[in-house]
């Protein structure tokens, strides 16, 4: 590969707090940011090494000096300066930036079965999705309302005794208080365009 395509690869950009947030810069920006900054660097380069089953061995960030003196190993990207090859970044991490915005997850029924990972609150079992009701604490019969605190996964035989009487009617008590989700990164990244991506980034669906 020459070196205006590897120039062009692209580069996942974490926060500071090793949370993806960007994967449109490629490497001549990343070389850009390594190098820019009024005292220190915007941006670090991340020293990656994975195991061959891709779980991640050490992640090391690496001001642009400490870059230069990297070994560039078999299956690194790499660029000729005229007097050595410099490995490619393809992954960087902001020394500042710290925010990743994020979106609410929509409440339904499929993701208060997944918030509860498809156990019945009440008989404390797991099903498969198909054998699953979502059951609301408070039934609308007595003024319910759908709302993450107020709905849980329950089983069809557990649903169906409850009826549309209260909990505290035949002793039914949630395994768990529910309660609405973490929101999940607005950025969130799902394809992976390098292996060393692939530990930084947020497995949800």
Request: glycine share 4%; proline share 8%; hydrophobic share 35%.
């Amino acid at each position: 590969m020459n070196i205006k395509n590897v120039l062009g690869l692209p580069v996942l950009s974490l926060n500071k707090n090793w949370q993806a947030y960007d994967d449109r810069k490629n490497v001549r920006r990343a070389f850009e940011d390594m190098t820019s900054g009024i005292d220190l660097p915007a941006f670090y380069g991340m020293d990656i090494e994975l195991h061959p089953d891709g779980t991640l061995i050490y992640a090391n960030p690496c001001d642009m000096d400490d870059w230069e003196q990297l070994a560039v190993r078999p299956g690194d990207d790499f660029i000729f300066t005229g007097r050595r090859n410099i490995r490619a970044p393809r992954v960087i991490i902001s020394r500042n930036y710290d925010k990743t915005s994020v979106k609410p997850i929509k409440l339904t029924y499929s993701a208060i079965k997944k918030r509860d990972k498809q156990q019945c609150q009440y008989c404390r079992q797991f099903f498969p999705l198909e054998e699953l009701n979502v059951d609301h604490v408070t039934p609308r019969h007595h003024g319910g309302v759908d709302s993450w605190d107020n709905l849980v996964c329950s089983c069809i035989p557990c649903n169906s005794k409850k009826g549309h009487k209260l909990n505290e009617e035949i002793g039914y008590v949630p395994l768990n208080s529910p309660k609405q989700p973490l929101p999940l990164p607005e950025t969130f990244i799902s394809n992976a365009k390098h292996p060393s991506w692939i530990p930084f980034m947020v497995a949800a669906k």
